[in-house]
């Protein structure tokens, strides 16, 4: 059994920032890429930021420059550090990670968390 747990979300005013966790657990043999979605009310679920094992990362369009992502792979951990917050980035944000677990031994794009509210509002 594989868990993604995240961290870290609230309400924060316009131009503040927050820091998002993710932590995956149980049966795994390895993790490729992790990444961060988001999805607003009435929304498509979207692409936010992705992180390969050696550390290159991909950001959509509307947060390059703001939110940073990074992982710990001793902890399989990842993070998103949100910076200079806009009502717009107001969603749940959920993370996902390819891996091959100890179960299966196939790899999988298919695991994610339970997501975490984001609220960005004065």
């Known amino acids: 059994q594989v868990q993604l747990v995240e961290s870290g979300g609230g309400l924060v005013q316009p131009g503040g920032s927050l820091r998002l966790s993710c932590a995956a657990s149980?049966?795994?043999?390895?993790?490729?890429?992790m990444r961060w979605y988001r999805q607003a009310p009435g929304k498509e679920r979207e692409l936010v930021a992705s992180?390969?094992?050696?550390?290159?990362?991909n950001y959509a369009d509307s947060v390059k420059g703001r939110f940073t992502i990074s992982r710990d792979n001793a902890k399989n951990t990842v993070y998103l550090q949100m910076n200079s917050l806009k009502p717009e980035d107001t969603a749940v944000y959920y993370c996902n990670a390819g891996l091959i677990s100890l179960a299966t031994m196939k790899f999988s794009d298919d695991y994610w968390g339970q997501g975490t509210q984001v609220t960005v509002s004065s």
């Open positions: 149980g049966s795994i043999f390895i993790i490729n890429a």
């Open positions: 992180i390969t094992t050696s550390g290159s990362t």
